[in-house]
C-alpha cells in the first residue's frame, strides 16, 4: 500500500502535535518504542476527551495496536458526570463492585479465574504481583463501560487490551480492495527555446503564473525537493522555466485543487 507523508506545515492542528510529540521524547517521558505518530495519537486521544497533553500521556497508551486508557482516568471522567462507586467488595480471588448513575445502578465482578482464561497471568506480570489492585480496576472497568458509556469514549483499559489478539495491520490491509490508478501520461518533451516562443507578453504571463505557483507551494507547505520530483516525473523537466504557458497553467490547476500533489 504506497502511502505519502504527512505535510505538517499545511496543517497548524497536525504541526501542534507533532511539536508536542517531539517535546515529550526529548523530556523522556514516553517509553521508547513509542514512534512520533504514536505519541500524536496518544495526545489527539486525550484532546477528544477533554484533558491535556500531559495528563493523557500518563493516562493512555497503545497496547497491541489499540489506544487504551487507564480505568483510573476513566473513572474520574465518570465521577465527573455523575457515578459514584457506591459498594466495593474485594476477596480472596474477586472483586464485586457497584456503580450507580441517577437511579440507574451495575453491578460487576472480575475474579482471578476470568484472568487466568483471558491468559492475562503470566510469569512477573502485575496480575501476578498485584493480584487485588487488578481485580479491583477490572471490576470498575467493566461497569464503567455499561452505565457511562458517553465518559469511557469507547476506550479500553490496558488489561482488556492485554487479553485481545494484536491488530495484524498486513492482514488489515489485504482485506482493503486494491486501489486503481489511472495510466499516467508519457511526460511531456522537455520544451526548447521557451522565452523565444513565448514573446513579450508570454514572458509576463509566465512570470505570474510561476509567482503564483511558489504562492500556492508555501502556503501548502510543499517541500522543494518533492515538488521538482512531481515535475520531472509529470513534464520530464526540474524546473518551472522550462515548462509552456500551458503546462505552468495546468500545475496551478492541479495546487489548486490538491495542494499535497499526489503525483504518484
Given at each position: 500500500m504506497e502511502t505519502r507523508d504527512i505535510v505538517y506545515g499545511s496543517n497548524p492542528q497536525l504541526q501542534q502535535l507533532k511539536e508536542w510529540a517531539d517535546f515529550a521524547r526529548q523530556a523522556g517521558i514516553v517509553p521508547r518504542d513509542l514512534n512520533p505518530y504514536q505519541v500524536m495519537t496518544i495526545i489527539e486521544a486525550g484532546r477528544e476527551v477533554g484533558i491535556?497533553?500531559?495528563q493523557a500521556l500518563r493516562s493512555i497508551s497503545i497496547i497491541n495496536g489499540r489506544v487504551v486508557m487507564s480505568v483510573?482516568?476513566?473513572l474520574a471522567l465518570a465521577r465527573a458526570k455523575g457515578v459514584r462507586v457506591v459498594a466495593l467488595t474485594e476477596t480472596e480471588g474477586a472483586c464485586d463492585v457497584t456503580l450507580k448513575r441517577g437511579e440507574e445502578t451495575v453491578s460487576t465482578?472480575?475474579?482471578?479465574e476470568d484472568a487466568r482464561k483471558a491468559g492475562l497471568i503470566r510469569n512477573g506480570s502485575s496480575w501476578e504481583?498485584?493480584?487485588r489492585q487488578m481485580l479491583r480496576w477490572r471490576a470498575i472497568g467493566d461497569g464503567l463501560r455499561i452505565i457511562a458509556p458517553d465518559a469511557t469514549a469507547g476506550f479500553l483499559s490496558p488489561e482488556e487490551a492485554e487479553s485481545i489478539p494484536p491488530i495484524d495491520a498486513e492482514v488489515l490491509y489485504e482485506a482493503l480492495p486494491e486501489p486503481t490508478h489511472e495510466p499516467e501520461p508519457e511526460p511531456a518533451p522537455r520544451p526548447q527555446r521557451r522565452r523565444r516562443e513565448n514573446g513579450n507578453g508570454?514572458?509576463?504571463e509566465a512570470n505570474a503564473l510561476k509567482a503564483e505557483i511558489r504562492e500556492l507551494c508555501e502556503k501548502a507547505g510543499y517541500q522543494a525537493q518533492a515538488f521538482r520530483e512531481f515535475l520531472l516525473e509529470r513534464y520530464g523537466v526540474?524546473?518551472?522555466?522550462?515548462?509552456?504557458?500551458e503546462q505552468l497553467r495546468e500545475v496551478k490547476a492541479t495546487l489548486e485543487s490538491d495542494p499535497i500533489l499526489n503525483a504518484s
Open positions: 491535556p497533553p500531559l483510573q482516568l476513566q465482578r472480575y475474579t482471578l504481583k498485584y493480584p508570454g514572458d509576463t526540474r524546473a518551472l522555466g522550462d515548462l509552456s504557458i
